[in-house]
């Protein structure tokens, strides 16, 4: 049993994405989010990645959304990323907290035009008539920012995974698979070999 410190996790993490953003047709950065509502309902979907540092694992989205409210209610999620050309994984379970209006506003600036207007169009998780109706609202905010900066909207931020587990999986021949999970400790991070 060996003791890792977050960082060198990190350099780990970072190493598999690099060669995930070389072999992976599409979106290397996509991550199954799990969350569960006050009930403990448990939902899953793909979200991207957008920043991964000493402090979490960071995406964006709609806090009026399902994940958003199921966040909010319960500030707890899973994450994982299966890589298919590879053939690994890397799961990680944890708190989770908002990221700052600073950190929020920065990523929304640096996004698309389209996609900003988007943010304001889009009533995420919602029941919608017809594509007319989100058509129409795009076209209304498209309008109504015609000139200048797009803000952001209130409802619109981030959310940090701070992670308390991260187990990294390999295929291995005949499903003698590898998997290693480290756990936070007041040590720092435990590593645990497990069976496949």
Not at 79 to 86: A, N, P, S
Not at 139 to 144: D, G, N
Request: net charge neutral.
């Amino acid at each position: 049993m060996t003791v890792k410190n977050l960082t060198e996790l990190l350099d780990e993490f970072r190493g598999w994405m690099a060669d995930a953003e070389k072999s992976e047709p599409n979106d290397p950065t996509a991550m199954a989010l799990a969350t569960a509502d006050a009930d403990g309902q448990p939902s899953v979907r793909m979200v991207l990645l957008k920043q991964a540092d000493e402090q979490g694992f960071v995406f964006y989205t709609n806090f009026e959304s399902q994940k958003g409210t199921e966040l909010l209610e319960n500030p707890k999620a899973a994450l994982c990323f299966h890589w298919k050309t590879l053939r690994r994984s890397i799961r990680i379970q944890g708190i989770v907290e908002k990221v700052s209006d600073a950190e929020a506003d920065a990523y929304f600036d640096s996004r698309a035009r389209d996609s900003r207007i988007g943010a304001w169009a889009s009533q995420q998780s919602r029941p919608m008539e017809g594509r007319f109706t989100l058509e129409a609202a795009v076209a209304k905010y498209a309008a109504k920012y015609a000139v200048g900066r797009v803000p952001r909207p209130d409802y619109w931020s981030g959310f940090r995974v701070v992670p308390e587990r991260i187990e990294f999986w390999r295929d291995r021949p005949f499903r003698l698979h590898e998997r290693r999970r480290y756990e936070k400790s007041s040590d720092g991070w435990t590593e645990s070999v497990l069976f496949p």
